[in-house]
Structure formats: structure tokens, C-alpha cells
């Protein structure tokens, strides 16, 4: 269905297509699309803030980095909050962005500070300032009250951007809402001098949207018309015109948009221009070559985002359509982009178009990308459940100071490349009576029809291993209701009781494996909640250094052909240089024979990956086919004083072994792996 919704909306653009032998359109150097916004849906406490979704068609999106913030917008704000965020392609090869800074969802619709200010070489990396319109400017905007939906354009004229917005203010108890502008200064951090009066609109207008065609500036907004009275009769998207950017402005007090004469809300108008000329089969015509404009907007009482197109931005198609998209955008705005520039931000923020482009025909398969959850998550633990012929991460929650998460989710996917949220499994101060915190790193395993979830938790003078049994692999998990292993293995000293993993034999028998600073193992009894403690050995691979095999943490262990793997985490969770070695036992219990090549996992700087590690293995049932899935280090939280310890990324690619059994090593990816099939 959605193949064919993406058919039906091109095909809204080249009706007229096959009707004429046409002249050679013009090359364009771009391929696709870039859709800035924020998000309608969801926790409320994270919708404003900046999202990016690409395309190749300009009617088939979908959202960049699982439609989590591409930047927090309490790291860029004043109010903690972005709306209405404006990208443009500047003329000197940089991007610029502009949003209002505004908090709705925690200060509701008082008075914002003003507008936010970004500027990027490479879409991936920006630069902020911020413009408090009221504090800047205090002699003439102190009354200042709502600056909103700032956008910027290119005064060639002037040789300068300039940056238009609407104004409320209170020495006229609120009564309208103008367009004002200033020019930013050289580094587009500020502005170079205090606003101006832009366009009054006879009514009142806002989110203005200003785009240049055959000489003439054309300028969408959402206006009205009121009666006699000053009551409003009429809203929706209307238009002015100018010859000059500056003006003056005429209006067209018609309405542009399918819904102004319902009770559908209507606002956010943005327009951008198609990559390559279309045909159209509007009557107002003059050309097969007429370039073609898509005018989107937001029904914001609705949830939907619905677009009408135009040969000449004076005449619009009556009906309108909906994008094919799998996010709720509210007021966005889109540019062009070249291929490298798709490649750059899938490769930062995860691959979400197919081989083909999204209007191929062709049967096409999806990639994960990398991250392939949302947020903050580390430690993963992958589990196939044969019951449900679904795949479950459960991960230690992350973003925590002093990694002070206190509870395990789940996620759950059909192919590896679609994660769904299935809530929160287990929450230690709630469910458990002995765990007040230090959700880490949980190992889960499915034996008789019953789910086992181990993990560690702090114990209060300690930390110590827990497990927490269910009936699905999403729970509700019940405690055991006191710790399996809280003290080290006899012998050894230092180092704590965390980053369980519990393997299955091919004769029945489980074992446990557990430490940090060092590594344990020991038969599980047939409860698969106690140990053998007769059976509790240390298994330290012993030697190497930081830059091999040096054992930290994060044991985990798979058989192939008769041998174990065991495979585990060297240096600090922190460090770019944590990574994963391995090495090979007849036993599941040791000794542990370091492998030749013992690194498998390791960062990549230049692609801007860091910390691989703390991982655990997939293999596909019945197949020879194997996964690793691990943590990485978000890249903008690198630096120390960031916490890059507590801001890490669950991500998935391949592992494969050569014709000797050795793990090949592994290339951490940001494209991740391909769904899998039957």
C-alpha cells in the first residue's frame, strides 16, 4: 500500500508527462530532500525540538534518526524548547537555520525570548547563538511578547541574509501581528541592527514563508479577514507580492489553501521548488518546462501536513494530498540535496532509504541504520524468541549522571531493521525488594516457556547479579526477590558483580557469567535462579594491554562448530577506546585461549564512531548467519566533560567467521545491516 501511495503522489506530478515529446529539461545538481521540523506526537516534553526527514521525491519521507532530535533543544535555547525550524542553502556553500525559541509544553503560550540561530558546513555539525529580541534590542522591543517563526533568505541587493519573523507586542495590548526583518551579522550569530517593520498585513499575518520567481517575491502566511465588527469570518493561507524583497508588499486577500472555507485549521505554509522540472497539467501553463512548486502546510488541529502544487505560485492545485511519511511533522520547511549530502547525513544518522530511490518500482529491501534505538541505551542484550518470531533488545537505560538508570525496556523487531517500544520490563526500586538503582547490562534467556532476566543492581553496599522471571519475553517480569551472586569468586579481589550472561548448552546445561575487573562463570541449577557454587570459576583471560585484549568487563559467549567463543570489553565505557576481543574454549568453563587476533571491535574515527563495545550475538535460527549487537558512543557527547560514558547508542551489524573459525573483524557501521528475510 504505501509503494502505491508513493506512486499515486508522483504520479500527481507528471501527469502530463508522456502527452508530448518535451525539450531536455535542465541538469540540477540535487537528488533529494531535506525536511527540518519538529515533532507533533510523542512524550510532549520532546516534541519541540529540531528533526530532519529526507526524500527523494519531495512526497515520500522518512525521518532521520528514528525521529529522536538531531540537536537538544535545551542545548541551544534559552527556553528549552525550538518551533518552526527554517533551513536554507546559503549562498556561500553553508546552511542556516532559524526557529523560535519556545517551550509550550512547559510555559504554555506566554511570551517566548525570541529566535535561535544555527549555521552548519555540512548539515551535520552547527553553530548556535541566540537572538532575546526584548533584552537585545530593550530600547525599542522591551514590549516585545511573541517573536515567532523566523526564516531567512538571501538579500542579493544587500549581499546579506536577512531574517524575517512575526511580532506581537504588548504597547498595543496585543492587538496584531506584523512581519518584521533584520539582516544577520557577518557570522551569523546575532543581528547587525535592531528589526524593522517588514509587511502589516490589513488583518494580520503570520509564519510568513518568502520565495523568489521570474523577478517577482512572492510571501505565503497564514492571514484573515474580519467583519466590520474586527470579528474574524475567514482564516488560512493567503499571499502578498513584491518587486523588490524589501517592497512594498500587495496583498491577495484570497485564500490559497483547500480548507479555508471549513473549520479545518489551517498554518506553517512552506514552499519549495521540485529538483527537476515537471510537467503539470494546470491550465495556467505556459510550458512543459514550467518548474514546479509543492506548497506544504500544517492542519495543526488534525495531526496531518498536506501539500498543493503549483506551475507559476499563482495558480494551485484545488485538491490537496498528503505526504507518504512515517513521523508527524509540525511547521517544517525543505531544501534540496545532492547525493553526497544524503549519503553524509544517512551515514551520520542512520540509512532509512532502500537501495532503489523511493519511486523505484523494483522490490526493494530496508537497512537498520545505526543507531537502531532511540535515545540513550547501552549494554544490549538480543534474544529470538521461536514463540513470537520476533527478536528483543533489553538494554541498560542510559543518559543517567553516575550511570543511575533504574530500569530495563524492551524493544522488539520482525527483520532487525524496525524497533518497537514494548515498555518498561523491569524497574528496580519498584519491583524488586534488595535493588534500589544501577540498572546494568541484562542478559535474558527463554527455557521451558518461562523468560529469565538477569541483571545487575545495587545492592546498597555493593553491586550484585539479580534475576526477574515472566511468561513473554515483554513481561511483566516478577524479581526472584533477593540477589543469585553478590560476593566476588574465592580468590579474588577487587572488581564487582555486574554484566551477567547466561548461555545455554547443547546438552541442557546453563551457565552464568558475570564480573567487571573480572570474569566468572559457574553452572546455573535447573531453577535457573541459583548457581552451582561448587561450579563458580574465575576465567580471566589473563595478559594484554588497553590497546588489545586487557579484560574489563562484558563477557559474552556463543558455540559454533563445537568451540566457545568468548568475547568481551576492554577499557573504560568512556574511553573512544573501548572495544571487543575474543577467545576460543573446549569448555564452557575455561581456559580461555586469547585468539591470535584477539580485536574484533574497534572505534573508527574518521566515520565517527567511537567506544564499540559491550556487545552480545545473534544468530539466525537454522542459519550460519550472525549478528553483533553493541553500544557505541554518541559522537556529540565525545568529549570528557560531555559524560560519554552515560550517552551511548545501540547499534547492529554483521559477524562472520572464516574457514577456520576465526571471527573475522568487524566494520561498525552507520548504514547497520539488512532486513532480514524468511
Not at 519521507?61 to 546559503?90: E, F, K, M, Q, V
Not at 504588548?170 to 509587511?199: C, H, I
Not at 518470531?389 to 524496525?418: H, V
Not at 594491554?545 to 559454533?560: N, P, S, W
Amino acid at each position: 500500500m504505501r509503494k502505491l501511495t508513493c506512486l499515486l503522489l508522483i504520479a500527481a506530478f507528471s501527469l502530463a508527462a508522456s502527452a508530448a515529446k518535451k525539450p531536455k529539461a535542465p541538469e540540477t545538481p540535487y537528488t533529494g530532500y531535506l525536511f527540518a521540523y519538529f515533532e507533533g506526537t510523542g512524550d510532549r516534553f520532546k516534541q519541540e525540538q529540531l528533526r530532519f526527514a529526507i526524500s527523494r521525491d519531495g512526497t515520500c519521507w522518512r525521518t532521520l534518526n528514528r525521529n529522536w532530535p538531531i540537536i537538544a533543544s535545551d542545548t541551544i535555547s534559552t527556553s528549552g524548547g525550538i518551533r518552526d525550524p527554517h533551513i536554507l542553502r546559503g549562498e556561500d556553500g553553508c546552511f542556516y537555520m532559524v526557529a523560535t525559541d519556545m517551550n509550550t509544553m512547559r510555559d504554555g503560550w506566554r511570551e517566548n525570548p525570541g529566535i535561535v540561530m544555527l549555521k552548519s558546513r555540512d548539515l551535520i555539525d552547527w553553530t548556535h547563538s541566540k537572538v532575546v529580541l526584548a533584552k537585545d534590542f530593550a530600547e525599542h522591543f522591551s514590549d516585545a511578547y511573541w517573536v515567532w517563526a523566523p526564516q531567512t533568505i538571501y538579500d542579493r541587493k544587500a549581499g546579506k541574509y536577512m531574517i524575517y519573523f512575526t511580532l506581537q507586542r504588548t504597547n498595543d495590548n496585543r492587538q496584531s501581528m506584523v512581519t518584521y526583518y533584520a539582516y544577520a551579522n557577518s557570522d551569523f550569530t546575532g543581528f547587525e541592527s535592531e528589526p524593522k517593520v517588514l509587511f502589516r498585513a490589513k488583518y494580520s499575518c503570520l509564519d510568513n514563508d518568502i520565495i523568489e520567481h521570474n523577478g517577482t517575491y512572492h510571501m505565503f502566511y497564514k492571514g484573515n479577514i474580519k467583519n466590520a465588527e474586527g470579528k474574524e469570518i475567514q482564516n488560512g493561507i493567503q499571499k502578498a507580492t513584491a518587486k523588490k524583497l524589501l517592497g512594498p508588499w500587495k496583498e491577495d486577500f484570497k485564500f490559497i489553501d483547500a480548507y479555508a472555507d471549513s473549520n479545518t485549521g489551517v498554518e506553517g505554509s512552506g514552499v519549495f521548488k521540485l529538483n527537476s522540472p515537471q510537467s503539470s497539467n494546470l491550465k495556467s501553463s505556459k510550458s512543459n518546462l514550467q518548474p514546479q512548486f509543492v506548497l506544504m502546510y500544517d492542519l495543526y488541529g488534525s495531526g496531518r501536513y498536506e501539500y498543493q502544487t503549483s506551475s507559476d505560485l499563482r495558480t494551485f492545485s484545488k485538491t490537496p494530498l498528503s505526504f507518504d511519511k512515517d513521523f508527524h511533522p509540525r511547521h517544517g520547511t525543505v531544501i534540496s540535496l545532492t547525493e553526497e549530502e544524503m549519503e553524509r547525513l544517512q551515514k551520520r544518522w542512520g540509512y532509512v532509504l532502500t537501495d532503489e530511490s523511493l519511486n523505484s518500482s523494483k522490490t526493494k529491501q530496508k537497512w537498520s541504520g545505526n543507531p537502531i534505538l532511540p535515545e540513550f541505551h547501552a549494554d544490549p542484550e538480543v534474544l529470538y524468541d521461536r514463540k513470537t518470531n520476533r527478536y528483543y533488545i533489553y538494554s541498560t537505560t542510559d543518559g543517567q549522571p553516575g550511570w543511575g538508570g533504574w530500569y530495563f525496556t524492551c524493544f522488539s523487531s520482525a527483520d532487525l531493521t524496525e524497533w518497537r517500544y514494548e515498555g518498561v520490563v523491569l524497574d528496580l526500586p519498584k519491583q524488586t525488594k534488595w535493588a534500589r538503582g544501577n540498572a546494568w547490562a541484562p542478559a535474558a534467556i527463554e527455557r521451558n516457556g518461562k523468560y529469565y532476566l538477569y541483571y545487575s543492581g545495587d545492592e546498597g553496599r555493593q553491586k550484585a547479579i539479580g534475576v526477574a522471571i515472566a511468561d513473554s519475553p515483554t513481561g511483566p517480569f516478577k524479581d526472584f526477590g533477593q540477589p543469585i551472586v553478590n560476593q566476588r569468586p574465592k580468590g579474588q579481589r577487587g572488581g564487582q558483580q555486574i554484566d551477567v550472561d547466561v548461555f545455554l548448552d547443547d546438552d541442557g546445561q546453563a551457565y552464568l557469567y558475570w564480573g567487571n575487573g573480572y570474569m566468572a562463570g559457574a553452572k546455573l541449577n535447573d531453577d535457573m535462579t541459583s548457581i552451582d557454587t561448587t561450579t563458580v570459576t574465575l576465567m580471566t583471560p589473563r595478559g594484554g594491554t588497553l590497546r588489545d585484549y586487557a579484560f574489563r568487563e562484558g563477557a559474552y559467549v556463543i558455540k559454533r562448530n563445537g568451540i566457545y567463543y568468548f568475547l568481551w570489553s576492554v577499557d573504560d565505557t568512556g574511553s573512544p577506546n573501548y572495544h571487543v576481543a575474543y577467545g576460543t574454549s573446549k569448555s564452557p568453563l575455561g581456559p580461555i585461549e586469547v585468539a591470535a587476533q584477539p580485536v574484533i571491535l574497534q572505534q573508527r574515527p574518521d566515520e565517527n564512531i567511537f567506544g564499540t563495545a559491550h556487545n552480545s550475538v545473534l544468530q539466525i535460527p537454522g542459519r550460519d548467519e550472525w549478528y553483533v549487537v553493541y553500544h557505541r558512543i554518541n559522537p556529540t557527547f565525545i568529549d570528557r566533560e560531555k559524560g560519554p560514558g552515560i550517552h551511548r547508542q545501540v547499534c547492529i551489524d554483521r559477524m562472520e567467521f572464516d574457514a577456520d573459525g576465526r571471527i573475522l573483524p568487524i566494520t561498525p557501521t552507520h548504514k547497520g545491516v539488512r532486513q532480514i528475510g524468511d
